[in-house]
């Protein structure tokens, strides 16, 4: 074995006891992790609040009984000595029948015992029996499983009083499993492939060849938490049927009893070839093919050679040697001038992409043969000349053009100076026009402990931003310090924020200061509970010591962790705090409005919001009321104001839709008629019309044409025109009703310049990052306006107009300098703007907004303000509502694609829509925006998720309760796989809704996949997560938690996805794996079916046949180097237990250049025997080796 070197620093020290530690007899697992750096022998000295302890009690049989997280409660940062305990409990089938929560404890010794189990479950009633928690009798989650050797889960229950399983109403999970009978009608649906010598692939033939027979199928029903008791399959469920492989042959859906079928149709090798989503029933023929469903093809090593997308063209991707993308395309010219060519990466010894560009070329499946042909015979025909490259990465060292020079220290920290295998830098392209090549330089810099600490970019326009943190021994920012300037020629903006902790290592105070001797302003003072949770925060005023602030916000949850309320709708005056300029709240189970306009819902789904602001009169809301259908897509949104005499039905919303879930009617309603005799009149009444067996929009009637709403080209009755028309990779291009003749696209299919006919144009400049850089607004009749986005810097005219905050942004109000600060609500919604006018020193709100659930704004505000310059509104996303010649633009820019709210559609197809296939591409948030949003426009997330993101690095509102390992609530991944599939999986409408409580009912493996389907593992305290480490990402920051295993697409598309939405440029990855932002594909063509057993398995993964393998580093969230393995040479080990399942053949069939074998080498029905077995193995690797095995990324 060729030897290699990799520097990884871990402290593992056994830890003598801290202060005269004790524990009971039994067997534990003790950890402690200090906070400040300290030799082992001084371990003695530290306090409780100097170190991260827990301990985990082991009964008999290695099983876990008890986890306390020592000092990990607290109370507003002044009462700690409580520890968190998470009692554990075994039925006589060794089974984990019940997840109990965590509860806090009150501990002011050294002694940390393990508490009797009748005990700990007296304490833990006595807990959440109270107001507080909704005087819950049930606090655990609770499976009924199957009186047999197989154990499957036929019901599961979530804390609550509501969802107990011994509730009669019977508000649970249910599972039914079957075989499939004729009456099922399952399709049988053929792809047969032949290998074509000339393209190098193999060719596909559909082919629909009847039904299944009976008896064929495994057929699994769940039915969600709305269902009740004895609910029929027809009435509302998701059920999935496998074939004998464990193949997931079809997903069928239910609304009004009628069918919504997606098939998936593999090749005789397994791989996925077809999926044929709902609306592509009756005859499947080539026209419904190419409008409606995806297909894939590949070649003799299994890897993907093309795929198309429905209502997009076919895109080619070739591969080096090592089965990494080196290009794919067609892809539009990034310059948006109609061009067509390739997409390239380029990978440097060790597999780190070290460039991309695009070069012209045509591209065809006879040119991608000839050059997968020529890259296999060692010719390279991707050459980038110096105009076609579009991004540098730079590793090792600063020796790139344009790096800043090492600095000694940063901040008082030393610099390191051997940086070989970090990445020190990159170069991003402005995409001016083809023959210019600027660009932004970034060099980052770090401390000793290899931790970035600094981060120098030099912009386009020759300007900079310079980030610079201040980081403690564990890692958390004490302070930061931004510089930034427009031009070379421009004064330095400086902005300081301070970050004080709690012991627990929670966020307590944030403050914000404008140049090196301004005041310093409060951005947030947090308080939390005893088990974590945010309770409330104080914002804004120059008394940063927390104890005021302009607004004190108050959060309230229910007992699944679920936020309810922000402030109180019903009083904006709490005490002697400062009244509160905005309140919303939520129901979920419970309706307090019109009973009419919603009922009770347990599944996650919302049943009433409403909100009260300060200029309204005192105790007045208003809100909505929501009513669904089977899929859980909005149907009916009801205005409600019910202490008004005046309560009408002013803001609905009504929707219908098609199997696909493309709206095909929706009717708003607005306030109308005078100022006595007001009434709810039709504001849209709009019709839409479709592309023959395609998901494109052609043309949009409105029957009212009212404006403010909708606007109609025509009078909504007698439109015989098409609206709309679509480039090959099914952009929009034309848009009459807004007056738009013409849009351009660039690589990423983001609008380059929009035409409005002879009147003007919007005109975009994008990074190679596809990060927006300036608009550029030309109207024949009005002077040019350019902004400007640097980096959370925006500029109008090359004049400052604001920049961002943790709580709202800086402007110029009166020629000062003012903090303006943003209430929000669960979706970040900008609700209310607000400031403290610098002249009469006055709190006054200055822009406040209401919406529609799709997005609209209110036509008509109860409450009058001057007009606001401010353009993020829904979403926090920014409003282009730009006038040309009398058509208004009014689309979101959500980065990767825009929004029209008026319409509840995408411009563009779904970046990344085969994470959803059941689904239209162009559809927004599934169809339900009052829980779901779509952070980025490449895939939705549930307002928890988006809330928990908003708060990152403070604490998780869900049921995790301040816990590390917050799950994400949901999962949209169209695929029967296995790890992958989260609990509730297609519980509702075939999408998911996972409520993540503490000790329920699964968990995440740490490289980022599920460890178990519904209810079969659990997360507790101490155990699978640890408490108060400040990081709430649900994965470990060494993996991708988003991506499956089995998607064949480059770590550059990892890399691009994880860095946009964290905003991290250090590393730019956007060649061959991106396909403007679309490589993705789920290869359920390998799944099979799940183990079902509770055998665990530790196994090894060898090399194949002698080559190059990855080198997964922790910290690293691709390879960080290849090494050289001889045939049978372990790459990793692991245990799973679900051998079938915890790989897809795709996954091992393309690891590395030859790929690897998995070979069981132990089993146990323990875990805990299976992971020592583990332990040893790789602590016996390195011991011979001095180096992990090349897949392990952590020692024991």
């Given amino acids: 074995m060729k030897k290699y070197i990799s520097i990884i620093i871990l402290l593992l020290v056994a830890?003598?006891?801290?202060?005269?530690?004790?524990?009971?007899?039994?067997?534990?697992?003790?950890?402690?992790?200090?906070?400040k750096k300290v030799q082992s022998f001084n371990f003695s000295t530290l306090t409780k609040d100097d170190i991260n302890q827990s301990v985990t009690y082991f009964d008999g049989l290695g099983r876990p009984v008890q986890t306390t997280a020592i000092n990990q409660g607290d109370t507003d940062g002044v009462i700690t000595n409580i520890d968190i305990i998470t009692p554990i409990e075994y039925d006589s089938f060794g089974r984990q029948v019940k997840g109990y929560l965590p509860y806090p404890l009150t501990n002011s010794t050294t002694s940390y015992a393990r508490i009797a189990m009748a005990s700990s479950l007296t304490t833990l009633s006595g807990v959440y029996n109270t107001t507080k928690y909704e005087n819950t009798t049930n606090p655990f989650s609770e499976k009924r499983l199957e009186a047999s050797p197989l154990n499957r889960l036929l019901e599961q229950a979530a804390p609550g009083n509501d969802w107990a399983l011994a509730n009669t109403k019977k508000n649970t999970i249910k599972l039914d499993y079957q075989i499939n009978t004729t009456a099922d009608a399952v399709r049988l649906y053929k792809?047969?492939?032949?290998?074509?010598?000339?393209?190098?692939?193999?060719?596909?033939?559909?082919?629909?060849?009847?039904?299944?027979?009976?008896?064929?199928?495994?057929?699994?029903?769940?039915?969600?938490?709305?269902?009740?008791?004895?609910?029929?399959?027809?009435?509302?469920s998701t059920v999935e049927f496998k074939n004998k492989e464990g193949q997931v042959v079809l997903k069928r859906t239910y609304d009004a009893t009628v069918n919504h079928d997606t098939y998936y149709v593999y090749d005789m090798y397994g791989n996925l070839t077809y999926v044929i989503p709902p609306l592509a029933s009756g005859t499947i023929s080539?026209?419904?093919?190419?409008?409606?469903?995806?297909?894939?093809?590949?070649?003799?090593?299994?890897?993907?050679?093309?795929?198309?997308?429905?209502?997009?063209?076919?895109?080619?991707?070739?591969?080096?040697?090592?089965?990494?993308?080196?290009?794919?395309?067609?892809?539009?010219?990034?310059?948006?001038d109609g061009t067509i060519g390739v997409l390239i990466t380029e990978y440097d010894t060790f597999g780190r992409i070290t460039q991309t560009g695009w070069k012209v070329l045509s591209v065809s499946e006879s040119t991608r043969s000839t050059w997968q042909a020529n890259i296999?015979?060692?010719?390279?025909?991707?050459?980038?000349?110096?105009?076609?490259?579009?991004?540098?990465?730079?590793?090792?060292?600063?020796?790139?053009?344009?790096?800043?020079?090492?600095?000694?220290?940063?901040?008082?920290?030393?610099?390191?100076?051997?940086?070989?295998?970090?990445?020190?830098?990159?170069?991003?392209?402005?995409?001016?026009?083809?023959?210019?090549?600027?660009?932004?330089?970034?060099?980052?810099?770090?401390?000793?402990?290899?931790?970035?600490?600094?981060?120098?970019?030099?912009?386009?326009?020759?300007?900079?931003?310079?980030?610079?943190?201040?980081?403690?021994?564990?890692?958390?920012?004490?302070?930061?310090?931004?510089?930034?300037?427009?031009?070379?020629?421009?004064?330095?903006?400086?902005?300081?924020?301070?970050?004080?902790?709690?012991?627990?290592?929670?966020?307590?105070?944030?403050?914000?200061?404008?140049?090196?001797?301004?005041?310093?302003?409060?951005?947030?003072?947090?308080?939390?509970?005893?088990?974590?949770?945010?309770?409330?925060?104080?914002?804004g005023d120059t008394n940063v010591t927390g104890t005021a602030g302009l607004q004190k916000v108050d959060y309230t949850y229910n007992i699944r962790g679920w936020l309810t309320e922000i402030n109180k709708t019903a009083n904006l005056q709490q005490g002697a705090d400062p009244r509160d300029l905005f309140a919303f709240k939520i129901n979920y189970n419970k309706v307090e409005g019109n009973a009419g306009f919603a009922k009770a819902l347990y599944n996650g789904n919302i049943a009433e919001t409403f909100w009260s602001s300060g200029l309204d009169a005192p105790n007045i809301s208003r809100g909505y009321g929501y009513q669904y259908d089977q899929l859980n897509r909005l149907k009916n949104a009801s205005y409600q104001a019910p202490l008004l005499a005046?309560?009408?039905?002013?803001?609905?919303?009504?929707?219908?839709?098609?199997?696909?879930?493309?709206?095909?009617?929706?009717?708003?309603?607005?306030?109308?008629g005078t100022t006595l005799s007001p009434y709810a009149g039709d504001l849209d009444n709009l019709g839409y019309f479709y592309k023959t067996d395609s998901n494109q929009l052609m043309k949009v009637t409105d029957a009212t044409n009212i404006p403010g709403g909708f606007t109609d080209d025509s009078n909504g009755t007698n439109d015989t025109a098409d609206d709309y028309n679509y480039d090959l990779n099914g952009n929009l291009i034309k848009d009459d009703n807004k007056g738009i003749t013409t849009i351009s696209y660039n690589h990423f299919n983001l609008p380059r310049k929009i035409t409005f006919g002879t009147k003007g144009s919007i005109e975009y400049i994008y990074n190679a990052a596809g990060q927006k850089l300036q608009k550029i607004v030309i109207d024949g009749i009005k002077p040019t306006v350019t902004t400007d986005y640097l980096g959370g810097f925006q500029y109008k005219d090359n004049n400052l107009e604001f920049f961002s905050t943790a709580e709202g942004y800086v402007k110029s109000i009166s020629n000062v300098l003012s903090y303006v600060f943003q209430y929000k609500d669960h979706l970040g919604n900008i609700k209310a703007n607000y400031t403290k006018n610098p002249v009469t020193k006055v709190l006054e709100i200055i822009d406040e907004d209401n919406y529609y659930p799709f997005g609209l704004k209110h036509v008509i505000s109860f409450i009058s303000l001057p007009p606001s310059d401010n353009k993020y509104k829904f979403n926090g996303k920014e409003l282009q509502d730009e006038m040309i010649g009398g058509n208004q633009l009014n689309l979101y820019d959500y980065g990767a694609r825009n929004y029209d709210p008026a319409l509840g559609r995408w411009m563009n197809i779904d970046p990344l829509s085969e994470i959803s296939r059941r689904n239209s591409p162009y559809n927004y948030a599934l169809n339900n925006p009052v829980f779901f949003i779509d952070p980025n426009g490449m895939a939705d997330a549930s307002h928890r998720e988006n809330y928990n993101?908003?708060?990152?690095?403070?604490?998780?509102?869900?049921?995790?309760?301040?816990?590390?390992?917050?799950?994400?609530?949901?999962?949209?991944?169209?695929?029967?796989?296995?790890?992958?599939?989260?609990?509730?999986?297609?519980?509702?409408?075939?999408?998911?809704?996972?409520?993540?409580?503490?000790?329920?009912?699964?968990?995440?493996?740490?490289?980022?996949t599920w460890a178990q389907a519904i209810a079969l593992e659990s997360v507790t305290v101490g155990q699978s997560s640890s408490v108060g480490s400040g990081d709430y990402g649900w994965n470990d920051g060494s993996a991708e938690s988003f991506w499956r295993e089995d998607v064949p697409i480059s770590s550059?598309?990892?890399?691009?996805?994880?860095?946009?939405?964290?905003?991290?440029?250090?590393?730019?990855?956007?060649?061959?794996?991106?396909?403007?932002?679309?490589?993705?594909?789920?290869?359920?063509?390998?799944?099979?079916?799940?183990?079902?057993?509770?055998?665990?398995?530790?196994?090894?993964?060898?090399?194949?046949?002698?080559?190059?393998?990855?080198?997964?580093?922790?910290?690293?969230?691709?390879?960080?180097?290849?090494?050289?393995?001889?045939?049978g040479e372990v790459w990793k080990y692991g245990i799973t237990k679900n051998p079938l399942t915890r790989y897809s053949q795709t996954f091992l069939r393309n690891l590395g250049e030859h790929g690897v074998q998995y070979t069981k080498i132990f089993e146990s029905t323990v875990r805990s025997e299976a992971a020592t077995v583990e332990k040893m193995m790789i602590q016996q690797y390195e011991a011979i080796h001095g180096v992990l095995t090349p897949g392990n990324k952590v020692r024991f």
């Avoid at 629909?208 to 969600?224: I, P």
């Avoid at 076919?314 to 080196?326: E, Q, T």
């Avoid at 970019?457 to 510089?483: A, M, Q």
């Fill in 15 to 35: 830890i003598p006891g801290i202060n005269a530690q004790t524990f009971s007899d039994d067997n534990f697992i003790y950890t402690a992790a200090p906070k």
């Fill in 191 to 236: 792809a047969t492939t032949s290998w074509n010598v000339t393209n190098l692939s193999y060719d596909i033939t559909f082919s629909d060849v009847g039904s299944y027979a009976q008896y064929e199928l495994y057929k699994m029903v769940t039915f969600d938490e709305n269902s009740g008791v004895s609910p029929t399959e027809k009435a509302g």
């Fill in 286 to 336: 080539t026209n419904v093919l190419n409008g409606l469903c995806y297909q894939y093809k590949y070649d003799d090593r299994n890897r993907l050679a093309a795929k198309k997308l429905p209502g997009k063209q076919w895109d080619f991707i070739v591969y080096d040697k090592l089965n990494r993308p080196v290009a794919t395309g067609p892809a539009f010219s990034p310059w948006g």
């Fill in 376 to 539: 296999n015979g060692g010719i390279n025909p991707f050459v980038l000349g110096t105009n076609d490259v579009l991004t540098k990465n730079y590793y090792d060292n600063y020796s790139f053009t344009g790096a800043q020079i090492p600095p000694s220290t940063i901040e008082l920290q030393t610099v390191l100076t051997n940086v070989k295998t970090l990445p020190t830098g990159s170069w991003i392209r402005t995409l001016t026009i083809p023959t210019a090549t600027l660009g932004e330089t970034n060099t980052i810099f770090y401390d000793e402990y290899a931790r970035p600490i600094q981060t120098y970019s030099v912009n386009y326009l020759t300007g900079s931003t310079v980030n610079s943190t201040n980081l403690d021994f564990s890692g958390k920012i004490i302070y930061s310090i931004t510089k930034h300037k427009r031009t070379s020629a421009s004064t330095d903006t400086t902005i300081r924020e301070d970050f004080k902790y709690s012991p627990q290592d929670r966020l307590q105070i944030r403050t914000h200061q404008i140049g090196a001797g301004g005041i310093k302003e409060l951005m947030a003072a947090n308080r939390y509970d005893n088990l974590g949770k945010l309770m409330s925060k104080r914002v």
């Fill in 646 to 672: 005046d309560n009408q039905n002013y803001f609905g919303e009504i929707m219908d839709y098609d199997k696909n879930g493309n709206i095909t009617k929706l009717q708003r309603k607005y306030r109308t």
């Fill in 949 to 1008: 993101s908003q708060n990152k690095g403070l604490t998780p509102t869900p049921e995790i309760q301040g816990l590390k390992g917050f799950l994400p609530e949901r999962w949209t991944g169209d695929t029967g796989s296995s790890d992958n599939d989260p609990p509730n999986y297609a519980a509702t409408g075939g999408e998911s809704f996972v409520d993540c409580t503490t000790g329920e009912t699964y968990q995440g493996n740490a490289d980022g």
């Fill in 1052 to 1127: 550059s598309f990892h890399t691009f996805f994880n860095g946009l939405n964290d905003g991290d440029k250090s590393q730019i990855g956007l060649g061959a794996g991106m396909l403007a932002l679309d490589i993705l594909t789920l290869g359920e063509g390998s799944i099979a079916l799940k183990a079902s057993g509770k055998t665990v398995e530790t196994y090894a993964l060898t090399a194949r046949a002698s080559g190059y393998y990855p080198v997964m580093t922790r910290g690293f969230k691709s390879a960080t180097e290849l090494v050289y393995l001889e045939a």
